[in-house]
Structures are given as structure tokens and as C-alpha cells.
């Protein structure tokens, strides 16, 4: 056994076991684009994966800043773990690539659940990282699964790319709204509430109450002329409180429900293998793309092409097959050296 092979394996052992320094350390090495923590990691995950477990939930979370989302997560995430359940929580954070805050980065985010020894919630993603921190980010979640976790929720920011990739690694997706937000439901959020399972009126409570109630059967209606995502389920729309713990129930009550039929229809099968295939030709695509920004000569080709793109002269598609091109060949004469 290689170093590599023998330091994987003692994570795994301690993932396995329970160990949360040993999640967390494998979590850190998922997230690490360094070429030899790559290896590691994936001699980890497909441990991990091989592992015979339950099949958990998981369930994405979405919503703008402010609208509740951390709060949700930690009132919800306790109810659950009062239910018995072991509760993970990841977070893909778009926030973090700029200078803001990170949605994680709040030290005061999910006090009770944080400390539970029932739950694990991920602490913020590295800065800067997006697209390595969404894409490991299904490893993140066959780690937590291994560890005895089964349920996953995936925090994301409403703002575009990040839910259409996290919605393609969950089950089931839930978009938490504000009381009063139906108007923004045009354009840009259209796209977001297409994808939810399940929509939330956050803060239904005091003065918010009525204005949750008239946003509910807005987007009822909006649900109405839906064409639903699922043979077995119809989106719904519920009222809730993170603060008084008003529907949270009821929210678990659909998530249920929603599971339900898609294990009785066999959905569920159809659902999980769709997600490994889109996910091997994301890779594929991201491997592809590594390997040509790491041939110096072909990056330095595609640079010059550039110019030559910007100003008119060569039409994009036949520069970019001409540096697809000049990659085979650079790669076809390194193989034979
Ligand atoms: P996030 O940015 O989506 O994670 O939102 P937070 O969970 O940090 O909540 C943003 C603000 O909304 C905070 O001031 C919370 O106290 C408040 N808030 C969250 N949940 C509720 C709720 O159920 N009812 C009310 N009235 N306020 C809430």
C-alpha cells in the first residue's frame, strides 16, 4: 500500500466509525484541488461509497440572504434529530468567491445544532472556490452518508448557477420565500422555483402572517400551471415559522410523503442514476478542461486564438476545435515519447 492509499483508509476507518475530526479532515481533503490530495480523495469516496448504508435523503435548500435559511435549518434540523435522524449539513456557497460574508462564515449560525451530537454541520467552504467547493460537494455528502448520517440538507444562495447543480446531486428541493416576495417570482426566480419540490413561505408569523397567507396562494397558483418535475409528486406550497416552530411538522409531514412515492414508484432508482450519469460527464468535462489549461503550448495556442476571436477573424467554433485539436496532438506526442 502506497502513503496515499494507507492515509485514505485511516480516514475512512474513522469516517465509518463515527469520528467527526476524521469527517471533517476528509471533508478538507474533497474540497483540496492540490493533485496529490485529488488521489486521496478519491481512493476515500469510493470507499465510502462502497459502504453498505441506508439510502439517506437528501434534500437541497434554497433561498436569498436573509430569508431565513439558517434558522430554518437549525429549528428544523433539531426537530429531526428529536426524531431520531442524524442530520447533515453542507453548504455550497457562492458568497464565498467574492469578498462578502460567507453563508457559513457567521460563527453564531445554528448554535444548537452545531454542537448536537446527532448533527454535523460544515463549517464554511474555502474562499474563492466555487466550482471545486459545488462540484466536491456530492463527495462532501457520500462522506456525512458513510459516517451514519441520513439526512443531508445542501444549503445554497438563490442566485442562479449554484441550485441547478445542487439540485442535480439531492432528491428533493425546497425553496424557502419571504412573505411578500410573489412579485419577484418573474424572470430570474422562475428558473429556481421550477425546480422546488416543495416551497416554503418563511417568517409566517405575527404581522408577516397575513402577508404569508396571501403569498401562499400566489404561488399555489403559480404552482398550478406547473408541469410537475415528478410522476409521483405535485409540488406544494406550505406556510411555517422557524420561530415558533408553526407547520414544521407539516413541512417534515410532505417530505415524507414526497420520499414515499418516489421509493414506491421506483422513481427514486431512476433519479439516483440519472444523477451519476450527469455527474460523470460533469467530471469529464472538468478533467478535460484541467488537462488542457495544463499543456502550457496549447494554452499559449488558445491565448493567441483569442485575438484573433475577439476581432472577427476566426469564428469561435473553429478556434475551439483548433484547440481541441492541438490538444490531441500535443497529447498523442507526449504518450509517445
Ligand atoms: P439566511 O441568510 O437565509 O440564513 O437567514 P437567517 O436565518 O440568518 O435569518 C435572517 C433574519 O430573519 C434574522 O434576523 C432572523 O432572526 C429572521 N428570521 C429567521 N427565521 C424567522 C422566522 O421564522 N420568523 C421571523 N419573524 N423572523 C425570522
Redesign the pocket.
Known sequence: RTAHQKKALTLFEGICKGDRRALARGITLVESTRSDHRSDARELVSACARMPRPRSLRIGLT?T????????IEAFGMLLINKGHRVSVLAVDPSSARSGGS?LGDKTRMQDLSVATDAYVRPSPSRGSLGGVARNTLDSIILTEASGFDICLVETVGVGQSETMVSDMVDMFIL?LQPGSGDELQGVKRGIMELADLIII??A??N?ELPAKLTRAEITNALHLMIPRRKSWTPKCLRA????GYNLERVWGSIEKYFEGLRESGEWDGLRAAQQEKWMWREVNHLLMGRINADEAVRAFAKSLEENVWSGEIPPGIAAERVVDKFLSSYILQKHE
Open positions: 433561498g440572504p436573509g430569508v431565513g435559511k439558517s434558522t430554518f453563508i424557502l418563511n417568517k408569523d405575527g408577516l415559522s422557524a420561530a415558533t
